[in-house]
């Protein structure tokens, strides 16, 4: 059993479209994330929800906008796809912030 | 601002020996800190926590100090494999009820045979 699972694990698409990725939890878990990687590796949080309640939004373009349906789901829709969006996006849970359980990425390019 | 700062040139070392990777951060006071690993193409994965006031924590061949006086985290890796090889995270966090975790910049660990 998966304990994040996020899809589509690739998304390519042309700059302007709007896209969505999806994400599910079966631990239990309070807490879910998105993180952006770039190509430097580096691993940014951009939102943290609480049962389902927007705790952080890390200076992210509005054109991102997370939704999470229940405590178990939370799912990232960007608007207007720029060049720049083009990184790799992790969805992540945890009781608190304690011991994270990652997905396994989705790779967006944007072209 | 808080700061997390790990070594981000990579790390090479032989199999057989003790990797030892630094985390330091600045400006925030953490009431324990994670190490996780995370390998090409993949999530990171948790590894081990250790609270404020543990001074040193092991799990098999790892072993994580945390100095809250220096502000800093070692971890360290003993009869390190080639299989250690991978980016390993530190995440300096604060206390569970303010559910930020993040990062720092990773330091990626080469071991060879």
């Known amino acids: 059993d998966t304990a994040v699972s996020q899809t589509p694990k690739y998304l390519v698409t042309q700059m302007g479209n709007d896209k969505s990725i999806k994400c599910e939890q079966n631990?239990?878990?309070?807490?879910m994330y998105w993180y952006k990687q770039d190509s430097k590796k580096f691993l940014k949080i951009m939102f943290s929800?609480?049962?389902?309640?927007?705790?952080i939004n890390e200076t992210v373009p509005n054109r991102f906008s997370p939704k999470s349906p229940d405590k178990a789901h939370l799912n990232l829709h960007i608007n207007s796809l720029e060049l720049g969006d083009s990184a790799v996006y992790f969805c992540a849970s945890s009781h608190g912030s304690r011991k994270a359980f990652f997905g396994q990425g989705t790779r967006l390019t944007v072209v | 601002s808080q700061k997390i700062e790990q070594n981000s040139e990579a790390l090479n070392i032989q199999e057989g020996k003790t990797a030892t990777l630094t985390c330091n951060y600045t400006?925030?006071?953490?009431?324990?800190l994670q190490w996780y690993r995370q390998d090409p193409g993949r999530g990171p994965v948790f590894l081990l926590l250790?609270?404020?006031?543990?001074k040193e924590k092991r799990k098999e061949r790892l072993k994580v100090t945390f100095d809250t006086t220096l502000k800093q985290s070692l971890f360290h890796i003993t009869a390190s494999q080639p299989a250690d090889s991978a980016t390993y995270l530190c995440?300096?966090?604060?206390?569970?009820?303010?559910?930020?975790?993040?990062f720092g910049t990773g330091t990626r660990l080469l071991v060879s045979p």
């Open positions: 995440a300096p966090t604060l206390n569970t009820g303010f559910q930020k975790l993040v």
């Open positions: 631990l239990g878990h309070d807490t």
């Open positions: 250790i609270r404020e006031n543990e």
């Open positions: 929800y609480n049962n389902k309640e927007l705790i």
């Open positions: 400006n925030y006071s953490p009431a324990y």
